[in-house]
């Protein structure tokens, strides 16, 4: 079966589709449009190349130790370099450029789809996600370190972080780098602003619900109680069946069943060694007494069972 779809007059690229499936599946995640924030030097004929060509110069990523390596109290990992005011600006307008370029092909896409355009969205997409993920490894550090300064009751620091780690992600999509100051001051006021939600909506909790919630304690006990209702019976069956001898059972039995399972006055069941000693029996002997003398108690509850 080939890779490509064949059909005529597909509603995604055309007349002709030129997608494989799985292009099919990463073009249905392309959204209907695509914020952007407007940089005068995307109007360029040299962007693209700028960019994204033979001028663009690559930023080197400083090695991350992700999360949850990073303990929440203790010694600090060392501090990583950080980025340039000019490495940053450069990232951000490439990540906006790909936005604004994917955005511009989805509009033409919707008038008139075409399989090449198709093609080039992908390719625009997988750069937009690419740009983003940089931007976000990046500086995954102020995250990390506002959460250790920051200390809210009854919020776990994973709590924290994943709460950041969002405000991080929204507000790369919003800044702006014309406007002339560095990213962290930008995000750090929206990770700032992500903790307090989180420290409200845990304040509000805690005040609606004051107690934990322990699976244990809500669990029912009623097949426990059900379970000890059905022994409490059956143990007193047996003692009247014994008691009036109902199965027709031999002294040495009667007295194996009694001091094996405890339903003398002493309460508490003796082994097969023990109950040998008493009715001078070997324990292999007793274990065969024991078995007939149960088999014939069973067989009279049962019989009492049905007629009920």
């Not at 929204?170 to 800044?175: L, S």
Request: charged fraction near 30%; proline fraction near 4%.
């Amino acid at each position: 079966m080939s890779n490509t779809t064949e059909k005529s007059g597909c509603d995604i690229c055309g007349k002709r589709c030129r997608l494989t499936r799985k292009q099919h599946e990463r073009y249905m995640k392309i959204p209907k449009s695509i914020d952007s924030v407007w940089h005068p030097c995307f109007d360029g004929h040299d962007a693209r190349n700028r960019f994204f060509g033979t001028e663009s110069e690559d930023v080197r990523q400083p090695a991350w130790i992700m999360f949850p390596e990073i303990p929440e109290e203790g010694k600090a990992p060392p501090r990583r370099p950080s980025l340039s005011r000019e490495e940053e600006a450069r990232m951000f307008l490439r990540y906006n450029y790909a936005r604004h370029s994917l955005d511009e092909l989805i509009r033409k896409q919707r008038k008139r789809p075409t399989g090449a355009r198709a093609l080039e969205m992908l390719e625009w997409h997988a750069r937009v996600e690419e740009a983003r993920e940089d931007l976000a490894a990046a500086n995954l550090s102020l995250v990390v370190a506002m959460a250790r300064r920051t200390r809210i009751p009854n919020v776990e620091f994973a709590d924290l972080i994943s709460e950041g780690n969002m405000a991080l992600l929204r507000a790369i999509e919003k800044f702006d780098v014309s406007r002339g100051y560095k990213f962290s001051t930008y995000a750090c006021r929206a990770i700032l602003k992500a903790f307090n939600r989180i420290a409200g909506k845990t304040g509000r909790y805690v005040s609606r619900f004051g107690v934990s919630y322990d699976p244990d304690l809500e669990r029912s006990d009623y097949d426990v109680r059900r379970h000890e209702m059905q022994l409490a019976s059956a143990v007193e069956d047996l003692r009247e069946t014994i008691s009036r001898n109902s199965a027709g059972l031999s002294p040495v039995e009667r007295t194996v069943v009694t001091e094996r399972f405890g339903l003398n006055e002493r309460g508490r069941g003796r082994t097969l060694a023990e109950v040998g000693r008493m009715v001078s029996l070997t324990s292999e002997r007793v274990r065969q007494v024991q078995k007939a003398a149960l088999a014939k108690i069973r067989q009279v509850l049962n019989e009492r069972s049905a007629a009920v």
